[in-house]
Structure formats: structure tokens, C-alpha cells
């Protein structure tokens, strides 16, 4: 345990010295009126923040609640179009490969 001083000091005269440890930071003589500066001009006029608009997913019901609702899907509003995407798909099955007719909708406000 007697070892580990001599080695520490050892460590910091390899290294650097220990002249310039303990020394503090040179300072430039504008540094402090450059700070003043920015500080008194972070206090000029403010500009508006942005306003956001928040538009309900169902406009028509005009209350939250905190449960979970019964069914799946909601009644997409008056006017509103059902966009479709179909396409064919290969099926790998026992009796083998075959071709499916598969399809995707969506309602899309009108």
C-alpha cells in the first residue's frame, strides 16, 4: 500500500508535469462583455409560436372516454369513400401452389 503514492506522483510528472494542473484558464478581456451582450439580446421582442390545429378523428363524438370502445370499427363520417387495393398472391399449401385473390380497404373522409 506504501507503493501507490510514489507511483501516483510518478504518474502526474510523466504526464504532465503537475506544473499545469493547478493553474486556471487564461481569460480574454472580451469574454465577460460578450456574454452581457448575448444575454440582453435574448431578451428582445418574441416571436408568436406556431399554432397547432387538433382536429378529432371522429368529429361526431364529442366526449373521451378512458375505456377501450365495444367495437372495432367507427362509423367513418357523412360522405366518406372506401378506397380499395386488390392484388394476387402466391399460397404455398399441401395440395400446392396456388393464386388468391386478396384485397385491403380503408374509408377515407369525402
Known amino acids: 500500500m506504501q507503493w501507490i503514492a510514489p507511483l501516483a506522483l510518478l504518474g502526474l510528472l510523466v504526464l504532465g508535469g503537475g506544473s ?10 472580451g ?3 460578450a456574454n452581457v451582450t448575448n444575454l440582453s439580446a435574448q431578451s428582445g421582442p418574441r416571436q408568436a409560436r406556431p399554432r397547432l390545429r387538433v ?3 371522429y368529429p ?3 366526449y373521451h372516454s378512458p ?3 365495444l367495437y372495432t370499427y367507427e362509423y367513418p363520417g357523412p360522405k366518406a369513400v372506401r378506397q380499395c387495393v386488390d392484388w394476387y398472391a402466391t399460397e404455398h399449401r399441401p395440395s400446392g401452389t ?3 385473390p ?3 380497404c380503408w ?3 369525402g
Not at 20 to 29: E, W
Open 98 to 100: 396456388v393464386i388468391v
Open 55 to 57: 382536429t378529432p378523428r
Open 102 to 104: 386478396k384485397m385491403r
Open 60 to 62: 361526431y363524438r364529442s
Open 107 to 109: 374509408w377515407v373522409p
Open 20 to 29: 499545469g494542473l493547478a493553474q486556471p484558464l487564461p481569460r480574454q478581456p
Open 31 to 33: 469574454a465577460a462583455a
Open 67 to 69: 375505456y377501450p370502445l
